[in-house]
């Protein structure tokens, strides 16, 4: 009964290196998302996607990018990694919209940009 | 402008008092849904209920209920007879349905309840 799995769950980068953030699901989900929490912020979203081969951007989706060439597979991938990107980040999943269905989560990536 | 507020950061109750978590939005969107999700030490956000904003009829599962009036613009949560088991951050969201395609929604900053034996 996996849901929707990340990896890694922590990662410590330097400032400027570059990473990717996997994200699976097997739930047969069309919609998937990328959100970040930060410290008392809530959650803010970067990324979604309504399908394979279709992304769009979210609220905060500088210094990021991602790809869905598969319906159950969703990276997220941190270019040149900055302090400001420190946080952590949780991939989602929704059978139908994310604003109007229920959201399933991942347990979350902690990461640390040094 | 879209925002849900929850002017509570943290509450520590004793097992078995009851506990109010608060939540008060604003949309332009006469159409809109609203959320709590818990999330509990182990990180992933687990969703507990989702209302429609045509729907304002107060529901109870098991010790949890939510009361939703659109008149003061709230959606408010209250745990009877708190467990241990409780203690988790607490997330309201409302969905921006100018995202619709994509499914945004907009969380408010979390209520960290700690529920002591």
């Known amino acids: 009964n996996a849901g929707v799995t990340q990896t890694p769950k922590f990662r410590i980068l330097k400032i400027g290196q570059s990473m990717t953030l996997q994200c699976t699901q097997d739930?047969?989900?069309?919609?998937m998302y990328w959100y970040r929490q930060d410290p008392g912020m809530g959650l803010k979203l970067i990324y979604y996607s309504v399908g394979a081969g279709i992304t769009d951007k979210g609220e905060v989706p500088n210094g990021y990018n991602v790809s869905r060439s598969t319906t159950e597979d969703f990276p997220l991938r941190l270019e040149l990694a900055a302090p400001s990107q420190t946080s952590v980040y949780f991939c989602?999943?929704?059978?139908?919209?994310?604003?109007?269905?229920?959201?399933?989560f991942g347990e979350g990536s902690r990461l640390t940009v040094l | 402008a879209q925002k849900v507020t929850q002017a509570q950061t943290e509450i520590s109750v004793v097992e078995k008092e009851d506990v109010t978590l608060d939540c008060v939005y604003e949309?332009?969107?006469?159409?809109?849904?609203l959320f709590w999700y818990k999330q509990p030490p182990s990180g992933e956000l687990v969703f507990l209920i989702r209302r429609n904003s045509f729907d304002e009829q107060n529901e109870i599962s098991g010790r949890y209920s939510w009361n939703f009036q659109k008149s003061t613009s709230s959606f408010n949560f209250t745990i009877t007879a708190s467990q241990v088991v409780d203690s988790a951050v607490y997330f309201c969201?409302?969905?921006?349905?100018?995202?619709?395609?994509?499914?945004?929604?907009?969380f408010g900053q979390g209520t960290e309840l700690s529920v002591k034996p």
């Open positions: 989602a999943s929704s059978r139908t919209s994310g604003s109007t269905g229920e959201l399933f």
């Open positions: 949309t332009r969107d006469t159409t809109y849904y």
């Open positions: 739930m047969n989900h069309n919609y």
């Open positions: 969201a409302l969905s921006d349905l100018v995202y619709n395609q994509g499914g945004k929604l907009i």
